[in-house]
């Protein structure tokens, strides 16, 4: 079945520390790829998407992701974490032509002074 | 631009009873979408509409019903509450289905 997976549930952090966290898809096509951001209490937010071209792609907040295309994966990473990104993160995915996102289960993340 | 906005914030439904989610969007988006989200499941698509007139099904689609009647609103009709639709609802349009997806601030519902 085609999914995504976000395989930490929970990710504690210190601040000023790196992050990265994890997604991966079982789509065979192109996919488009996103990451949103949840405060708690919150609608979502897009950080950052992929369609096409450079698999590097920068988004708000100083968040950075890359698309692997041979381990089918969309890491979210920041270099210095701030206490003010402690938030549930959503990968999310929708097939070139589909017509449904689909969303990973997130992953919340803490960050610890 | 108000964006994408839901009525109620908050609502609590006794078994058996119905009700509408209301959602309005301000920004003459073709695609608008319902989810759900529950604790580690992430957002489920429950029925989306690619335009006035047209919906379609998601992934968890039973006991809900939708209509888009104009580009602006994309209410969601619960027929027959259950314990089981108790969970936070969202709402989101984008101009495109590949585009950006903006969502409500949602709609907290409990079924007692």
């Given amino acids: 079945a085609q999914s995504v997976t976000q395989p930490d549930i929970h990710i504690t952090v210190s601040e000023g520390a790196s992050l990265e966290l994890r997604c991966n898809y079982s789509y065979g096509a192109t996919p ?33 992701a890359e698309f692997k295309r041979s381990q089918s994966s969309f890491n979210l990473r920041k270099p210095s974490v701030h206490w003010s990104d402690a938030a549930e993160y959503f990968c999310a995915v929708v097939l070139e032509y589909g017509n449904k996102l689909v969303f990973g289960a997130g992953t919340i993340l803490r960050v610890k002074s | 631009n108000a964006g994408v906005t839901q009525t109620p ?55 809900y019903n939708v209509s888009r009647s104009t580009t602006e609103d994309f209410p969601l009709r619960l027929l027959s509450a259950a314990p089981s639709q108790t969970s936070v609802y969202f709402c989101a349009s984008s101009y495109l289905l590949g585009d950006t997806q903006y969502f409500g601030p949602g709609t907290r519902l409990t079924v007692l």
């Fill in chain 1, 32 to 64: 488009y790829l996103f990451w949103y951001v949840q405060s708690p209490g919150q609608g979502l937010q897009l950080l950052l998407k992929y369609f096409s071209g450079d698999t590097l792609v920068q988004g708000i907040k100083g968040f950075e």
């Fill in chain 2, 9 to 63: 914030k908050f609502q609590v439904l006794k078994t058996g009873q119905s009700m509408t989610l209301q959602c309005a969007q301000d920004m003459n988006h073709e695609y608008m979408s319902w989810y759900r989200q529950d604790p580690g499941m992430g957002l489920r698509l429950i029925h989306y509409s690619v335009g006035a007139g047209i919906t379609d099904q998601g992934e968890v689609p039973n006991g």
